[in-house]
T-cell receptor
Framework: EAQVTQNPRYLITVTGKKLTVTCSQN?????MSWYRQDPGLGLRQIYY???????DKGDVPEGYKVSRKEKRNFPLILESPSPNQTSLYFC?????????????FGNGTRLTVT | AQSVTQLGSHVSVSEGALVLLRCNYS??????LFWYVQYPNQGLQLLLK??????LVKGINGFEAEFKKSETSFHLTKPSAHMSDAAEYFC???????????FGGGTRVLVKP
């Protein structure tokens, strides 16, 4: 089954404790992206990747890191999480960088930072 | 910069009634427009998209949207709401030949029996 898989689904952590949210897609998509969803703000892009070893900042990259060493994986790293990073996070992919091809989303990771 | 405005963060409709969700966008060039739906505890799924072909776009589950360039709008409608339509709906806009998709703030739909 074609899918985007994120882990974990739920994560509670404390300020400053490094964490990684994994994302994997099995559709051989070139483009992958991370979003955070906050009430009333919709989805805001954190980072995106056009292909292996090619990553770029989105609208809200501060406090986050990503890497794209393999085509299928695009982990999101929070080196020192803070409470304002409490949010619902989505990984998404699409076949190419062209915006007219639809995004495929994972089921989300709900992160709470205390 | 492109932006998307969804009027109304919450909409309540009765089962069988018309569903109308409003979306206005700003874009300096002809856009691609999308509606996505998010069911509880799930990721977003594509409902429909406009990519400069027909201005009336039909999507899944009986939804459709009309692109009106003069009004910079892409409102989503469904003639008769079903309980299963209860979800959050997001409008999104992207520039042709670009890679960035900008999302609106979302509209949560509640369907009353």
């Amino acid at each position: 089954e074609a899918q985007v898989t994120q882990n974990p689904r739920y994560l509670i952590t404390v300020t400053g404790k490094k964490l990684t949210v994994t994302c994997s897609q099995n559709m051989n998509h070139e483009y992958m992206s991370w979003y955070r969803q906050d009430p009333g703000l919709g989805l805001r892009q954190i980072y995106y990747s056009m292909n292996v070893e090619v990553t770029d900042k989105g609208d809200v990259p501060e406090g986050y890191k990503v890497s794209r060493k393999e085509k299928r994986n695009f982990p999101l790293i929070l080196e020192s999480p803070s409470p304002n990073q409490t949010s619902l996070y989505f990984c998404a992919s699409r076949p190419t960088g062209q915006v007219n091809s639809p995004l495929h989303f994972g089921n989300g990771t709900r992160l709470t930072v205390t | 910069a492109q932006s998307v405005t969804q009027l109304g963060s919450h909409v309540s409709v009765s089962e069988g009634a018309l569903v109308l969700l409003r979306c206005n966008y700003s874009s300096s060039v002809p856009p691609y427009l999308f509606w996505y739906v998010q069911y509880p505890n799930q990721g977003l799924q594509l409902l429909l998209k406009y990519t400069s072909a027909a201005t009336l776009v039909k999507g899944i589950n009986g939804f459709e949207a009309e692109f009106k360039k003069s009004e910079t709008s892409f409102h989503l409608t469904k003639p008769s709401a079903h309980m299963s339509d209860a979800a959050e709906y997001f409008c999104a806009v992207g520039k042709a030949a670009g890679n960035k998709l900008t999302f609106g703030g979302g509209t949560r739909v509640l369907v009353k029996p």
